[in-house]
């Protein structure tokens, strides 16, 4: 009796999964059959379609769109419309034309409709499409959805308003995000991401907004996002007001949004304040000063930049003797107090970054120049590095290097002692 | 004296049943799960931010790290397929360790690098570094030179070396897909919570046809049988294992192949450890433990979508070199963290994945041999009939027969990278076979690794030339 029990209950498993395997074997068959038409059908579609909007749009009249192009939200036509109006709608020719004839065959209505629906996922989906389709109708259906708790909803919101631009979505953005943040419905690299693409028309609305920043995370993600965008006076006007703020990562945003090579003559008061920031008690805005004195080509900060080769930090010390490697010429008096110290790390960091951005070879240069005090400052750098074991640009150009009268000077150099 | 023999040997295989019937348990359930989650992210790519990412200066910087051993007839296509990474900013590191072959003459060649004098800062412990090279052309290239030390020294060489905050580890002997990296990225840049480690899937490269060293051109099966079965068991591994404990947030295993890290936090856990041979999983399960240690909120991932392509082995001697180095990899990061196991501390992970890990994937072989051996043995004594025999078999085979369906079902309903219908029913027909021989040897294989560590042999088995017989369509073509 037993072993009949236990034979029926095994028998039983095998047949189910016997039908299970089956089952699965002919869905895949079947779904494989069905999507192979399916999107045989779909690529045939757009193609036929795509002519018939062409036509339409080519010749201005859209009158008969609406007869011609109309489908039902499941049938396949309906997709392959959309996929070619919002091809068409990405080349500035045909913009106007295709968010025409979009709303016309009812696209941003009927997502706007699926905004209701009970699937996260359908919701999600109908936003996505209505950002993409630009549509500037369904911005306050959105705006509203920025208030859910869901936060797959509210970061593809966000994504879709910042693709249909305009005041409204980014100002509604902008008066949430303390909550979002507070709650973790969206992460800050999503949210730059975002803003990013609201353009360099956000800009004067991004600037003027200074009210709204009372978060600190709010103020130094908005700085970021226009330390991303093009450089304009009202950035930089706001990232001077935020230079001196008490949060460390909102400085470090400021000065990011001021190191710009287009605001040289903008920031030209605020570079002593930047050089301030040169010894801040926080290491990335060391960091990130330094970077802005880059970009803003600050000569002035030669001697403060050749200080932080001594940073504490690694990053740091990087930084710094790369910024001025980049500054050439100008930092060789800096460099060579540097490289006669007795900072290994420093001595490193300065004779690396001098191989890697090919600074070697300007110094090379420099030794058959006419300037005798330059090509005097740039035999002792590259004599310092010879010595410290950086030699390999030295040992090329004296194998294979062109200029005779340089060759002989850098054999001289490479013939003195290692390590002496 | 018999009768007891035989209570035994009845009881072991009613042991026997019952841990089959839970083992087969756990693996329906993750199949379950697998097939919900990957329906809803199969919904959720069509509306992904990863495209936004990908063109954000925001994206964080990646460092690639190739580590690289007498790989010359591959080096190539895995420096030029990370190279030709679609993500805004990142640096390939390749780290030669200690090649006794033309592998750093080709890639010095093909890329016209230069010696240069680089400082090595040794924030991990690695073997000595004799060399740099680097091309001001290609900057975001940089190859290390060093002495041999194995992989996972090789990657902390790489670590010590790249400038990112985040690096992805990728075998010399594999094709990322251009957007595998940034896909890769998405649940670190998407998630509130820290994410400290993300892996993607790995598939077999064996007989694709790749164009310029970058891009897939053709898909197509290989004829080496080993091979077919071993693509079978890439699909169910990945999309249904990983997916299932990637939902119970309790992944164990991320590939080597292809994962990315959180830098500062590897380093913070002490780098990869060099005395383990399957240093990806030692990684991820000290991870677990140092941030649960420390009552850091974490998170580590599987995506089911970004693809990296490898070379598989091709003989049975070289898989059975793989399959005993995973095991013992397996048995040596336990061992080497057991203090984790059944402490509440290590919340979830210590106290039901890894016991799951040593009950059911440890000791798994040496029930499924031993089991094997006692119901023939038991049929011989006459304690089990010819019906049960055979249902017995016949339950096990099928049960392997509908784990490899569901898989290449999942398959099918993701990337369908296998697109034509000679490919879907080989392989369907390889998940059948597999049952009769394949996955045998592979228990058999895993024993013997769990020998080897029990009597003392905890070597690393180098696995040669894998899939060189395969190699001449991805060279040529």
Redesign the interface.
Known sequence: MR?TI??IF??G??TA??L??GG??V???V??VFHDRKYRKLDLLREIFKGKILGMLESGDLSKAGQELSSAPRSTAWPAIEDVLLRLRSEEKHQMGATILLSTLGYPSFYKDQLAARSV?TR??S??KLGKMRSRSSVPKLVSLLDEEE??IV??TI?ALSKIGGQTGLKAIIDRLPVLLGK????S??L???L??FGANGIPFLAEQRDAYGDPRVASIVL?TLA?LPADPRSARLATDYLSHENAEVRSRALQALGRAENNHECSGERERIILLLRDPVWYVRLQAIRSLRMLACEPAVDALGKLIFDGQ?QVRNEAARTLIMLGDRSLDVLLEVLAGGDRYAK??V??EA??T?FTTRLMENLGGDDATLREKSRRILEIMHAL????PLL?YAASGDNEAVKQQVWAIVKQRVGA | MMRLLSVTVLWFNVFVGVYFGIVNTIYSLLLALALLVIF?HI??I??S?FT??QA?????PVAILIPVYNEEDVVLMSIRSALAADYPFFEVVVINDGSSDGTLKRVIDEFRL??????Y?KFLPSQPVKRFY?N?ETPNLIVVDKERGGKADALNCGINVSRSPYFCSVDADSLLEKNALIRVMTPL????VPVVASGGVVRVLNGLRVRDWTTIQEIDLPKNPLLLFQIVEYIRGFLFGRVGWDVLNSLLILSGTFSLFHKATVVETGGFRTGNVSEDMDMIVRLHKHLLKAGKPYRIRFVSDPICWTEVPGTLAMLARQRRRWHLGLIQSIWQNREMVLNPRFGRIGMVVIPYYILFEIMGPVIEVLGYFFVVLSYAAGIL?M??LQ??F??AI??G??LS??A??LE??TF?RYPK?RH?FKL?LYGVFENFGYRQLNSFWRLQALLRYLTGSHEWEHVENKGKDDRVKAQTK
């Open positions: 072993n236990i034979i095994i028998l498993i095998t999964l016997m299970l395997s699965l074997l869905a895949s068959i779904r494989r996922q999600a989906m936003i996505d936060p797959e970061s593809v994504r973790g419905l969206v992460t690299k999503a730059e991401t975002s990013l693409a970021g991303r690694w490193d960091s004779c690396e191989e890697i090919e074991g950086f030699s390999t090329t | 809803r919904r959720r069509k509306y931010a936004e990412f954000s200066p925001e994206t964080p230069r010696k240069i004098d680089r400082v800062r680097y001001i840049l998407e998630s509130s009939d019906d049960f249902l017995f016949i339950l099928f049960y027969v509908f369906t569901a290449i079902f099918e309903l369908r219908w879907l369907l």
